[in-house]
């Protein structure tokens, strides 16, 4: 097959997407044919991530990273546990490809952490509370679509600017002293 012959990306989505509902739809049904059917997939993913698996196993580490960039086959090799690389330089980098075009808008966005499957982060957006929303919302699509393995994304809340708070009496002393005074 040509490589001008394969599918693009979206046909790619649009063919995942319609596995999953052929799939909810076999685990939704009664019966030993759809236990059959369900088995039947799940024996052939397992085939499927053996074969990648001992592609991986034959491939340098240039090769291995090409195939990691991949969209497709990266999400193929985290599903398998075979990905050349782990889940932090993964959220960095998606982390830094979105981190451009916040700062555009005045946000910000920074990884804390990844605790118990759960990658923490701190998103200022510079917007009000909706589109605060909105961005951490598509923050949790981009660092999910490269790390599939996590459980879920969640923001911390921003620390903010160091404190300006000034005690009461420091300033009230200061405006009771007369003019020339030090």
């Known amino acids: 097959m040509a490589e001008a012959d394969r599918l693009g990306d979206s046909a790619v989505t649009a063919r995942l997407a319609r596995i999953d509902e052929l799939l ?5 049904a009664a019966g030993p044919t759809a236990r059959d059917a369900l088995e039947a997939v799940r024996a052939l993913t397992e ?12 491939a340098d580490a240039s090769l291995a990273a090409a195939l990691a960039d991949d969209e ?3 999400h193929l090799m985290v599903l398998h546990d ?3 690389e782990h889940v932090l330089p993964r959220l960095n980098r998606a982390v830094e490809q979105l981190r451009g075009s916040l700062r555009e808008r ?3 966005l920074e990884l804390v952490a990844v605790d118990d499957g759960v990658a923490r982060v701190r998103l200022r957006s510079g917007g009000c509370g909706s589109t605060a929303a909105g961005l ?6 981009s660092l999910l679509a490269v790390a599939p393995e996590l459980r879920g994304v969640e923001r911390e809340a ?3 600017p160091g404190s300006a708070f000034v005690p009461l009496d420091a300033v009230s002393l200061r405006l009771a002293q ?3 005074t030090p």
Do not use: C, T
Request: aromatic share 2%; proline share 8%.
């Open 24 to 28: 909810e739809r076999l685990e939704n």
């Open 47 to 58: 085939v499927y991530g053996e074969a990648l698996a001992r592609v991986l196993d034959r």
């Open 72 to 74: 497709l086959l990266g």
């Open 82 to 84: 075979v990905h050349p």
């Open 106 to 108: 005045g946000g910000d």
């Open 136 to 141: 951490m919302d598509a923050v949790r699509e």
């Open 158 to 160: 921003d620390p903010g």
């Open 178 to 180: 007369p003019q020339g």
